[in-house]
């Protein structure tokens, strides 16, 4: 009994020895493990890149749940609207703009913001129809993009999500005028009218406004004789585009009205210098159009857009090289010219003549040179 007294003491201490360095050793694994939440991220990132988005929305939603709190958390909720967006379809893109709202609701200063509700745009754009279909995804369309506009106005993607819009717009404003051309052939002419001032109305950019112009004047002329005055107007603003397809027209009716016939606008003859194609915009192959801004076929409207803003900044960055940036640049010139001109002006006075005092600057020379000697005979006097 006494000798087990004796050995407690010491099997105490090395028992407590012994956990500490387990603990220690345990402590050190643990700070060398990487975070579950991380882990869950680039797990939903590896399954994302390989197009395994069932599986990777999995590993994002888990981290969702589970670490609400993480640094990783806003970036899986857009990488799960992203891999909806990705995966395409339309029930995936309708799943994919949920998502995308939700970000914004719950993180509305992230950094991702303008890229999420631009991308809100662009799936809309991905189900438009033609102009002769639903315009209902071009009307949500132009509405987010306009939202995007107001909302972001400084995010680098405004000048891509200017030119989606125009293209947008063009998808709308050729589906008002296809309608009213059909209510023009029927001799409906009121409703033409309605329909051809909608698009000038909200849309003069419309890359078929000298179209619009004749046969809203048209419409008018023809739906009553006495409104023939009030189609003058129109008839011409559609004669101030010499390349437009009715242009003759134009001129023809203003002429048997007594009205005068405009100069075209300056822009309007150098567009007219070319051979023009005088078939009309109803004629005219859409899908080009649309093609053009990357609505229909080819690249997807947020990476064109993302692309547009890449291709800016490296021309920006090209502006900077040439030195053409901005003024800032001509100034620093402009100060570095006049110091180098002062710093001359200050040597030409140092070694120019001193006017009236030649003498005084011979005797200032000889003094000098009879210092330096004696500085030189005193240094050679002191070495060893």
Sequence with gaps: MGTLRKFLPVAVLLAATLLMACGGKSAKLQSKAIPPDKTLFENGQEFYEKSQYIKARLAFQTLINT????????????????????????????????????????????????????????????????????????RRAEQELKKFLEQHSSSPLVPGARELLKGVQENLATGIYQVGKFYHDRKNYAAAEDRFREVVQRYPE??????????????????????????VAWYQKAATHPEGAHYSDSVDKLQKLGASVPEPAPVQVAQSVAPADHTSFFLRPIKSVLEAVGITGGEDPYELARRTAEERAAADAVKVGTGTAGEAGKDDIQIETLLRKQAGSDKTTAAGPNPGGGSEDKNKTSADKKK?????????????
């Design 372 to 384: 330096r000697k004696e500085n030189q005979k005193e240094k050679k006097g002191r070495r060893p």
């Design 206 to 231: 419309f890359s078929g406004i000298d179209d619009i112009y004749y046969y809203l004047g048209d419409s008018i002329e023809k739906s009553s004789t006495e409104r023939a005055p009030e189609s």
């Design 67 to 138: 670490y609400p709190d993480s640094e990783y958390t806003p970036k899986a909720y857009l990488a799960v609207a992203d891999s909806y967006y990705k995966e395409g379809g339309q029930s995936n893109l309708v799943q994919a703009e949920a998502q995308y709202k939700d970000f914004i609701v719950f993180y509305p200063t992230h950094e991702e913001v303008d890229d999420a509700q631009l991308k809100i745009a662009s799936l809309h754009m991905r189900m438009m129809e033609s102009p002769d279909r639903d315009p209902t995804h071009a």
